[in-house]
């Protein structure tokens, strides 16, 4: 309400002059009736400020609730909402009061009695004291009141730093605050002493009451004050009437009602404009937003500021998308895709996370909001915190307008409300929202193999993400990141983000182009309560002086993890050890103990921790931090290997010392896990580091077996040393060094060229052990002629899956070295096979043929290589298997001992298998031997033989269907043509009519329209079963195709009836067949040619990544068109062929609009292409389905080779 002067308004309501008015009043006391007087003239402003008042509380009511319960001090600039705490208390008290005070009769009722001792004094001049006395206790009390619920707090805690420019007092207490209460009592002391002095001189009074609250206004409006500019020009408000009176003499000529109404309103807009429109412009200037007095009282957002934030910010978060070449410390190979955002747009640098940026070799590139995309460089990445750095060449950035995201480390508050922008779910684009909810959690322990965090506090917040969200900015409603998405919780819709400190100091290194130091002593330390570290030791002496030093602080650090042979072992600290000082200075946070670490690399530092009831003082070295991250890696084949880093050793608590290598298997002789090793020895040579490792490769000839020690880094602790061999073939398994290049965000590749050559092997005599088995020992020379085979498949062709496969063969000719065995142990036609002899000797052996429709090879070893060992091959019989004959399968256990069983041959029946997807080989057209003993299908290989010890068949394994094996025997008399073939030096070639057949009972041919005559004759020559055979596949690019179609009854082959599969085996040798087919219930006689069936795949072209070659039989046998003669045979999930779409079993058509109908072609296609540019390729997908591809190229990781094959070769395979 307005302050009008009770003089004028007396004056006025009797109509005399001002000056008999205040001769009137100076004779007057404080009889009852001028109260009653005084009273009715102000009831009209002292019912609206009482009002004003409720309505005032009403619309905060919310606010108090929570404030009492919460104490929240939010950060205008990063929340930009209206929320009440401590200090609000005292402004809203302080106006509320200053309302009620003005034109309230009753405040005057209660102090005018106090001032009688001073009936000398004048009454206006007691009205005057009493007013200024009055204001003096509301500020003093309003002071205390916001002391009392500020609480005094640590400097940040209340987040007022913002609105009164950073400065703070001492004792933490916002300066904006004490100023205002202060100056606010010097006024009005100012004003008492002027008054009582001054005497009746009230114009005066009123001008200096004026200028002082025209001053505090425009000096809050300046924003020297923050907050206070609503608090001057509330008051001024407030008083506006009577300064306007006292300045200008205006009012004393209105009458007493106007000038009541006058004070009524002013009442009402001062009250509405502390409570809604000063604050609302107030707060806008502070947080560059605009609040709606409601939004503000129920705590909803402003639509408008969190909408114009995400649309200032959201071309400032990009999408990464990314590949990693080789398995590195916690990072698998593969494509992935995650989210950065711009931290300095004029240099071009993104923030994601260190798991993002990996610490390996890595090709990377980010997609922005309007779809532009560019190529990143991995430029830094924190050794231990889940944080790094990509850049970019801004100049290459044509339709989006740059901006940047500032780190606003401090804004991360408990309660603030946030967005998360990011690539959620691999969507590009999402946008969650929640609260920060915590802002001391641990960090959280992800498992083993992969990247763990530690010596940091971690924010918690429920937004719900998923996969793509790594690295996405948590950003408050001025647009500012607080943090940056870390990881998330799989049972939960809790996500966990880093805090920004040392994000933002690296930032400011990498700007200034200096070194980003980080400091290690070896040591993770774990936050934890007072009350928990009280039960360690800590006393309530130590505890008072952190919680004094660390105001806010809820517990303190303590020892989790000290590192064998690291510098804290060293200086002895130990687990449970409770950190109280550093250099004198207590250290109960993240974030001072990490700065003293980086500011003190290659120096010592004093520590005092507690142990027990102890104080213990020890001095620790500390490390280089970027010392113990590897930046070298070396690969052989399949295999990398680098030093171990402390990443990883701080997982499992070892030292950070030796070399682990990935995916050993590759070139491990034995079958292990696709797991991390650690290197013991190699050669019977210790390696301890990559540079160990390739001086003992450089000693190793091509394709030499050497032993080798290694163990899983989870048992180091424990006693499982394995031992084992590995062999380095320099044809398959390139040797190379790289070494981390920042500068080009690349790994510089050394290839590794001075190895020497194979050694020539030298013999090896063999004495076969006692065989124990009654049975198997009349047996010996079979069980002697059984050997393990293991083939080694360092390609992906011919829609081969497994990398390793070990089985059993059987020696079929001793002085030639020739071994059968199963195609499925054998399936590649570049495989590196070797045969362990008597569980002796291990020597290398060749693939000499495979069969194209028969589930066997033949393997060749050098038999010079068994020296003077005598070794039999088994003796093939020619007598034919039937149902019901006795026989012994003699076989191997997984010991590798003999065994012997006795059966009864049940059935001979065709074998029927599935296609796959992607094609790959199967058995067709083959008869299978069935054995009544049910042991038997215990061992995936062996020999069936007869009385005389001759062998009548194989016991090998065949897939029937995808995941589903079978093991059955195959008749010895399949193999002989090749094994003749292979005796005479002369590379077998059977011919073949290229199409897949199925037996048809002949119920059913009759029902297909054969003649009786047919049948009749049918069923006379039948000796067993009565049945033809159907054509269910004719293969592509075969001279049957055309020819014979699918469902065609193939009645008899050069005049001879076709009821069995034996019937068929004349087109081995015949290169043209009459051919005698029903067809629509008709026969036909056709002259059919046969096919050579030689290897179709003779060269395989490597090019981004992606394996081509000539489409092989299995993929012909599974089409009726062959769209070109380039097939995709394997994709590496970890390349650009892989991210851009193409798939195993595509056809290549055009390469840049170069058409390939051939592998040749296919190769001087690509051989054209340069590199770092995206190549149009056109496809077919096996579906026939087709389309446009643009795979990008890089050479330096995935460069283009060809294989071709070479039976000269000692592998059999050469690059050209």
């Known amino acids: 309400m307005a302050d009008t002067d009770d003089t004028t308004t007396a004056a006025a309501a009797s109509g005399g002059s001002q000056q008999q008015t205040r001769k009137r009043f100076q004779k007057r006391t404080l009889s009852a009736e001028y109260l009653q007087e005084d009273y009715e003239q102000n009831t009209l402003g002292t019912t609206a400020g009482f009002f004003c008042a409720i ?9 108090f609730s929570s404030m009492f319960t919460t104490f929240d001090y939010p950060d205008l600039d990063s929340d930009g909402r209206y929320h009440f705490g401590g200090k609000d208390v005292a402004l809203v008290v302080l106006i509320t009061s200053k309302l009620l005070f003005v034109r309230a009769g009753l405040f005057r009722y209660v102090l005018r009695p106090l001032l009688r001792s001073l009936g000398a004094l004048t009454f206006e001049r007691q009205q005057a004291l009493a007013e200024h006395a009055f204001a003096g206790l509301v500020y003093t009390g309003s002071a205390i009141a916001g002391a009392y619920f500020v609480g005094w707090p640590r400097l940040d805690s209340m987040g007022l730093a913002s609105l009164c420019g950073g400065a703070h007092l001492d004792e933490g207490v916002s300066a904006e605050f004490k100023v205002f209460v202060l100056g606010q009592c010097a006024l009005r002391l100012a004003a008492f002493v002027a008054e009582f002095f001054e005497g009746e001189n009230r114009p005066g009074y009123f001008r200096r009451i ?64 502390a409570l809604v429109v000063v604050p609302s412009l107030t707060y806008a200037s502070v947080s560059n937003s605009i609040i709606a007095s409601t939004q503000a009282t129920t705590g909803t ?106 780190l606003y480390p401090e804004g991360a508050k408990v309660g603030v409300d946030i967005r998360v922008i990011g690539n959620n779910a691999g969507q590009q684009v999402s946008i969650l929202a929640s609260s920060i909810s915590l802002i001391d959690r641990n960090v959280p322990e992800l498992g083993e193999m992969t990247y763990n965090d530690s010596n940091t506090f971690y924010i918690q917040a429920s937004t719900n993400g998923s996969g793509g969200s790594s690295g996405s900015p948590m950003i408050n409603i001025a647009g500012q990141a607080v943090a940056i998405v870390s990881a998330g919780l799989t049972k939960a819709s809790t996500d966990l983000y880093l805090p920004l400190d040392r994000v933002k100091c690296a930032l400011e290194c990498i700007q200034a182009q200096t070194e980003v130091k980080r400091g290690t002593i070896q040591t993770t330390f774990q936050y934890r309560s007072y009350d928990k570290v009280r039960r360690l030791g800590v006393s309530e002496a130590v505890e008072n002086i952190v919680r004094q030093d660390t105001p806010g602080g809820v517990g303190m650090m303590v020892v989790k993890t000290v590192l064998p042979e690291g510098p804290g072992q060293i200086a002895g600290l130990e687990e449970g050890d409770v950190l109280y000082r550093i250099n004198d200075k207590t250290v109960a946070h993240f974030v001072l103990l990490e700065e003293l670490l980086d500011d003190s690399v290659g120096q010592t530092l004093d520590m005092t921790v507690i142990r027990g009831n102890t104080s213990v003082e020890v001095k620790v070295n500390v490390q280089d931090l970027h010392a113990l991250q590897p930046s070298q890696m070396l690969q052989v084949g399949g295999t990398t290997m680098s030093n171990l880093s402390f990443q990883l050793a701080n997982y499992y608590r070892v030292p950070v010392s030796g070399v682990i290598a990935n995916w050993l298997f590759c070139i491990l002789e034995e079958v292990t896990a696709v797991q991390p090793y650690l290197l013991k020895s190699i050669n ?122 070990v089985g059993f063969g059987a020696i079929v000719d001793a002085e030639k070295g020739l071994v059968v065995v199963g195609r499925e142990t054998v399936a590649s036609t570049a495989s590196r096979v070797t045969i362990t002899i008597a569980g002796t000797a291990i020597i290398p052996a060749r693939l000499v043929f495979q069969h194209p429709t028969v589930s066997y090879a033949i393997v060749q070893y050098d038999p010079k290589h068994l020296g003077t060992t005598k070794v039999r091959a088994i003796k093939l019989s020619d007598k034919a298997l039937e149902a019901g004959d006795s026989v012994r399968l003699l076989a191997l256990s997984k010991h590798e001992t003999p065994v012997c069983l006795s059966a009864k041959v049940s059935n001979i029946l065709p074998i029927e298998t599935s296609i796959f997807e992607p094609p790959r080989w199967r058995s067709i057209n083959t008869e299978v031997v069935q054995l009544d003993n049910p042991t038997a299908l215990n061992y995936g290989f062996g020999v069936i033989v007869d009385d005389n010890g001759d062998a009548q068949a194989l016991w090998l394994e065949y897939i029937k269907a995808k995941k589903n094996m079978c093991v059955s025997g195959m008749p010895v008399q399949t193999l002989v043509p090749a094994l003749r073939a292979l005796q005479r030096d002369e590379e077998p070639e059977p011919r073949s009519l290229k199409v ?23 069923q006379s020559a039948a000796s067993s079963r009565s049945q033809l055979y159907q054509i269910k596949r004719v293969e592509a690019l075969s001279k049957a195709q055309g020819v014979l179609q699918e469902l065609d009854i193939v009645v008899s082959i ?90 195993e079993g595509h056809w290549v058509t055009h390469v840049n609009d170069v058409a390939t109908p051939d592998i040749d072609s296919f190769e001087r296609a690509v051989n054209a292409c340069q590199d770092n540019e995206h190549v149009r390729v056109k496809v077919i997908s096996s579906k026939a389905r087709p389309n446009v591809l643009t795979i990008k190229t890089c050479y330096h990781y995935w460069p283009t080779r060809t294989l071709v094959k070479d039976q000269e070769s000692a592998e059999g395979w050469r690059y050209v």
């Open 996 to 1018: 897949e057949i199925q037996p048809l009972a002949i119920v059913k041919v009759r029902q297909a329209g054969l003649s009786k005559e047919r049948c009749d004759e049918i």
């Open 55 to 63: 309505w005032a509380a009403w619309l905060m009511g919310e606010h």
């Open 301 to 406: 957002d402003t639509v408008a500021s969190w909408q114009d934030t995400i649309e200032s910010k959201i071309n400032s978060v990009v999408s990464i998308k990314f590949i990693r070449p080789f398995m590195f410390e916690t990072e698998s190979r593969g494509t992935s895709q995650a989210t950065g955002f711009i931290v300095d747009a004029s240099n071009g640098i993104i923030l994601t996370n260190r798991h993002v940026v990996s610490a390996g070799p890595i090709v990377a590139r980010a997609i922005f909001n309007n779809q532009e995309e560019v190529e990143l460089k991995a430029i830094y990445r924190d050794p231990i915190h889940d944080f790094g750095f990509f850049k970019f060449d801004p100049a290459l950035i044509k339709h989006t307008k740059l901006e940047e995201i500032a």
């Open 210 to 273: 004026a200028i002082q609250y025209l001053l505090v206004g425009v000096l809050a409006s300046a924003g020297l004050l923050g907050r206070i500019a609503f608090v001057g020009l509330v008051t001024l408000a407030i008083d506006l009437p009577s300064v306007f009176a006292a300045v200008s003499g205006v009012s004393s000529a209105l009458p007493a009602c106007l000038q009541q109404v006058m004070s009524a309103v002013a009442g009402i807009v001062a009250t509405f404009s």
């Open 1054 to 1143: 050069n005049g001879k009836l076709a009821m069995t599969l034996g019937d068929f085996d004349v087109q081995f040798t015949s290169p043209s067949l009459e051919i005698v087919v029903l067809r629509d219930s008709l026969e036909h006689t056709l002259q059919v040619e046969t096919t050579e069936s030689k290897q179709e795949v003779r060269k395989v072209v490597g090019w981004a990544g992606a394996l081509f070659h000539a489409p092989h039989k299995t993929v012909l046998q599974q089409t009726n068109t062959v769209p070109s003669g380039v097939y995709c045979a394997d994709v590496a999930f970890s390349s650009f062929s892989y991210e851009y779409g193409m798939e």
């Open 684 to 805: 019977g040579k210790a390696v301890d580091n990559i540079s160990q490792v390739i001086d003992v490769i450089k000693t190793i000839g091509n394709n030499e077996c050497v032993p080798v020690k290694y163990f899983h880094i989870s048992d180091y602790y424990k006693n499982s040393l394995i031992d084992g061999s590995i062999k380095i073939s320099h044809l398959w398994n390139q040797v190379a060094l790289y070494t981390r290049n920042d500068s080009t965000g690349l790994w510089d590749t050394d290839e590794i060229t001075d190895l020497p050559p194979a050694r020539e092997i030298e013999p090896t005599n063999v004495i076969f052990p006692a065989i124990r088995n009654a049975e198997a020992a009349k047996l010996e020379n079979v069980v002697h002629s059984i050997v393990k085979v293991k083939c080694m498949i360092p390609i992906f062709i011919e829609g081969n899956v497994n990398r390793v496969n």
